[in-house]
T-cell receptor, first 111, second 112 residues
């Protein structure tokens, strides 16, 4: 079973600051997804990365997939209070439908 | 469209009681999943069904059973609830490999 390690577990910053969260594994993924979850709701997809070295941007969010497809990062520029939430990465090995999640990074952006 | 609907939203059980969590989707997705979420533990996969007629164990299947009743419905059963099963349970669906998971809003279960 693949293990996804996310860091940091908790992050509290001021509005306007930049931050990076990480998702690491010893396994190779065929695809990796990032989700954001707000209290009382299910996670919602932010992005899917499939190619080693791939970089995707979603407004102020930048996602990178490692060259070896074992790790990924999420960078947020000029964080806003609306970015507060739990950020989760999820990976799939091969064509397996078994999607495994990391433990998440709980981000709090203070005004 | 409702998307993924979970019932009930909240449930309190006594140790040893049984119950079934229901999940229904109207998105015509092939795969369905049950996860549990505990503080500091992220989402852990209990069971999944890659397609109608198949089910497979995830990371934490002990104490649970599932039924893929048809393409729309995937239920999770606790035969004899234990306090360790206190959690938030999420059902999710997937159209196909590489597409995003779509989650319901969860069932909050407390076992006393």
């Amino acid at each position: 079973t693949q293990l996804l390690e996310q860091s940091p577990q908790f992050l509290s910053i001021q509005e306007g600051e930049n931050l990076t969260v990480y998702c690491n594994s010893s396994s190779v993924f065929s695809s990796l997804q990032w989700y954001r979850q707000e209290p009382g709701e299910g996670p919602v997809l932010l992005v899917t990365v499939v190619t080693g070295g791939e970089v995707k941007k979603l407004k102020r969010l930048t996602f990178q997939f490692g060259d070896a497809r074992k790790d990924s990062s999420l960078h947020i520029t000029a964080a806003q209070t609306g970015d507060t939430g739990l950020y989760l990465c999820a990976g799939a090995e091969g064509s397996n439908y078994k999607l495994t999640f990391g433990k998440g990074t709980l981000l709090t952006v203070n005004p | 469209n409702a998307g993924v609907t979970q019932t009930p939203k909240f449930q309190v059980l006594k140790t040893g009681q049984s119950m079934t969590l229901q999940c229904a989707q109207d998105m015509n997705h092939n795969s369905m999943y049950w996860y549990r979420q505990d503080p500091g533990m992220g989402l852990r996969l209990i069971y999944y069904s890659a397609s109608e007629g198949t089910t497979d164990k995830g990371e934490v299947p002990n104490g649970y059973n599932v039924s893929r009743l048809n393409k729309r419905e995937f239920s999770l059963r606790l035969e004899s609830a234990a306090p360790s099963q206190t959690s938030v349970y999420f059902c999710a669906t997937l159209l196909g490999f590489g597409s995003p998971l779509h989650f319901g809003n969860g069932t909050r279960l407390t076992v006393t």
